[in-house]
């Protein structure tokens, strides 16, 4: 909320339908995958096509785990799979995402490993700059709620809005301030922003669809800046059920992604350079999540 790698930012949800590979005539998830005792352990993630986790694959089976990456096209399956324990873990999200999956649902999912930071980009293909972009121009941003707020918080850093209250990862559209703001706002399905981009002056455009868009990350005119102490909700997470969080195995698999300077190469060409890598303690991981929930459940009440 990833919710694949190439800079996600953050899920949001995808107007397909969710598409499991390989998942025909499986059950439950499996448990412990090491290679040659077990089944393997099922991995969910949008974007399984990136060629970095064949890498990831093989560099698990090296450390003697077996892993079958379960692709999703949807943003809305990983989580509810992970419930449901159709999957072990699932990479594809950040903490905003996962803790508002969470209260909205009820479950107990929790990060067991960081993976990255992506900064969330503004694009334009009629603008050079923000500050070419006239007063009372219309920009696009992701409809889904965690890219929504903080594709808002991008645009007030950039000065094209103003935010109520300085605006929060819970902004909205009725946050905006329309008399201290230069441009009119309008959301979409994160896939739309950039096929709107002939319509409106830009768009935040969701990680993954830069480089499907014919853009690269080097083309945004403005984005957020993932070494700010208050990006901590927006890492990247491996996530597994409360039960599950100290699973040797599923500990090691993090290890394994971090670690290995194959899959971080190709995670960083996935994402056209703008990967931040990090080794987040799991403690302040959770520590964010149960903030991020406590404060939304608040927002919510």
Not at 120 to 138: F, Q, R
Not at 170 to 191: P, R
Not at 194 to 202: E, F, Q
Request: glycine share 8%; aromatic share 6%; hydrophobic share 40%.
């Amino acid at each position: 909320m990833t919710i694949r790698t190439k800079l996600l930012a953050a899920a949001a949800a995808l107007p397909l339908l969710a598409v499991l590979a390989g998942c025909a005539g499986s059950g439950t998830a499996s448990g412990s995958g090491d290679a040659g005792t077990g089944d393997p352990v099922r991995i969910g993630v949008v974007g399984a096509s990136d060629p970095y986790w064949e890498t990831y694959k093989q560099a698990a089976a090296d450390a003697g785990i077996a892993v079958d990456i379960v692709d999703f096209s949807d943003y809305a399956q990983p989580n509810p799979a992970l419930s449901e324990g159709e999957l072990d873990l699932n990479q594809f999200q950040h903490i905003v995402y996962l803790s508002q999956y969470n209260v909205s649902s009820g479950s107990d999912l929790v990060p067991i490993g960081a993976t990255a930071i992506y900064p969330l980009g503004l694009y334009s293909t009629k603008y050079d700059s923000v500050a070419d972009i006239p007063a009372g121009e219309t920009v696009a941003v992701p409809n889904d709620e965690s890219n929504l707020a903080r594709g808002l918080l991008v645009l007030q850093s950039a000065g094209l809005v103003k935010l109520k209250d300085g605006g929060s990862i819970f902004a909205t559209l009725d946050d905006i301030d329309e008399a201290g703001s230069k441009v009119k706002v309008t959301t979409l399905e994160a896939s739309l922003t950039p096929t709107s981009l002939p319509d409106v002056a830009a768009a935040i455009i969701n990680n993954d669809f830069v480089e499907d868009a014919g853009l690269t990350a080097a083309d945004a005119i403005a984005k957020d800046d993932p070494s700010d102490p208050n990006a901590l909700p927006y890492v990247n997470v491996f996530a597994a059920r409360a039960e599950d969080a100290d699973d040797p195995t599923y500990q090691k698999l993090v290890e394994v992604y971090q670690d290995t300077q194959s899959v971080l190469d190709g995670v960083q060409e996935a994402s056209g350079g703008t990967a931040v890598f990090l080794k987040t303690p799991v403690d302040d991981l959770r520590a964010s999540l149960e903030k991020v929930e406590a404060d939304t459940r608040a927002h919510q009440g």
